[in-house]
């Protein structure tokens, strides 16, 4: 695996808080998507050899829990609520603008590896219906208007990252 030495050091300290190895299948998994932004099969046999697992105890966690990539994805992320409240508010056409504004489908990644829009569940908001979340900022009752200026600022570089 390439991994930053930094992140290499967070993961050996990382085991040491479990008092099974096997425990600290999450946190490495954590530590290695935010270092090279994804899950390849590379990290799950690593993560395997550094746990003494077989690959498929790290292989169904990763395809268990959806905020892990399997595959690249842009530098900005937009996740866009699907979930009931945010379906009923006009989360479906706010998606669509975003789609439309990018030119990707759900989960591709713009030609430029610029941004990737993902439809997911509850982004814990529901009174604020719909919602967004770009990268880490949420975004509230979030209009297809809204969704158009916020492409607008991802585009043009000045959207706020935290």
Request: aromatic letters at 6%; proline letters at 6%; hydrophobic letters at 40%.
């Amino acid at each position: 695996m390439n991994l930053k030495p930094e992140t290499l050091l967070r993961i050996d300290e990382a085991i040491t808080h479990y008092p099974v190895k096997r425990s600290a299948t999450l946190p490495l998994l954590h530590l290695i998507q935010e270092d090279i932004g994804h899950i390849p099969d590379e990290a799950i046999e690593w993560v395997a050899a550094k746990l003494e697992l077989q690959p498929i105890n790290v292989y169904e966690v990763v395809t268990f829990y959806p905020m892990f990539k399997r595959k690249p994805i842009g530098r900005r992320h937009i996740k866009v609520c699907r979930t009931l409240s945010c379906a009923l508010m006009g989360g479906y056409k706010v998606c669509d603008t975003f789609k439309k504004e990018f030119g990707v489908e759900l989960d591709e990644v713009t030609p430029d590896g610029g941004t990737t829009i993902e439809f997911v569940e509850c982004l814990a908001s529901c009174g604020t219906a719909p919602v967004v979340m770009i990268d880490d900022d949420l975004h509230e009752n979030v209009t297809p208007e809204k969704a158009r200026e916020l492409a607008a600022q991802i585009k043009a570089g000045t959207a706020v990252r935290k």
